[in-house]
């Protein structure tokens, strides 16, 4: 069957399934239930954080945790160990978090191009929130974020979350924080596919490594 005649025929699926819709109504006339579960299962805080490592480790991500004071040498320390020259720094990143690493910085307020972010060896970030239950990170492109071009590009991402107030159990309970206008990314593990062998290729959409730092305590003042 050729793409048009595919087209046609699930298009005129679409007409018949709403063919006794009259033309004034609107989704908005009929709401839809939303009671479904808003977490699955009770956990304390610190359980919240134990699914979260758990699942992010899961997906192939790679997991640390920090207190706020000591981020600074941990970035440092992975950063060198990963032997990363060229780093992106996105804008509003607190500039205390790479200030001991031997590093050059490529600031995104500097525009760089597509090939200077692939000539980059890590990018460094913040982010929006954490799930626990599906062991997503997600960006907003808020300060510290960067642009979706500054975190796909690169081959290494480093991610730190703050446990106090970024960590959340549940997607409904994400999408209550998040504003849809904004231009989300959600990561769950470094960027892989698979062919129809299922065999398992990293970094083809993004970052071939992701490495998240679960942080206790505030760092956005170092």
Do not use: F
């Amino acid at each position: 069957m050729s793409g048009g005649a595919s087209r046609d025929r699930i298009l005129a699926r679409v007409r018949r399934a709403l063919a006794d819709v009259p033309r004034h109504e609107r989704p908005g006339d009929h709401p839809v239930a939303r009671d479904y579960l808003r977490t699955h299962g009770e956990r304390t805080p610190a359980g919240s954080v134990e699914l979260l490592a758990r699942n992010l480790a899961d997906y192939r991500a790679v997991v640390h945790r920090v207190e706020a004071a000591e981020l600074p040498a941990l970035l440092t320390r992975l950063l060198v160990e990963r032997g990363a020259r060229r780093v992106v720094v996105p804008t509003g990143l607190p500039g205390g978090w790479l200030a001991g690493a031997p590093v050059e910085a490529l600031p995104e307020s500097a525009s760089p191009t597509a090939r200077e972010l692939d000539g980059a060896d890590s990018v460094v970030t913040g982010c929006a929130l954490a799930i626990a239950e599906t062991g997503t990170v997600v960006l907003d492109g808020g300060p510290g974020q960067g642009r979706r071009s500054s975190t796909l590009v690169p081959d290494h991402h480093l991610c730190v979350v703050r446990i106090a107030d970024q960590v959340v159990d549940s997607v409904p309970q994400a999408l209550e924080r998040l504003t849809p206008s904004r231009p989300l990314t959600w990561i769950s593990g470094p960027s892989a596919t698979s062919d129809i062998e299922m065999d398992r290729v990293e970094g083809v959409h993004g970052p071939r490594t992701l490495e998240v730092i679960l942080t206790a305590g505030d760092p956005r003042s170092l």
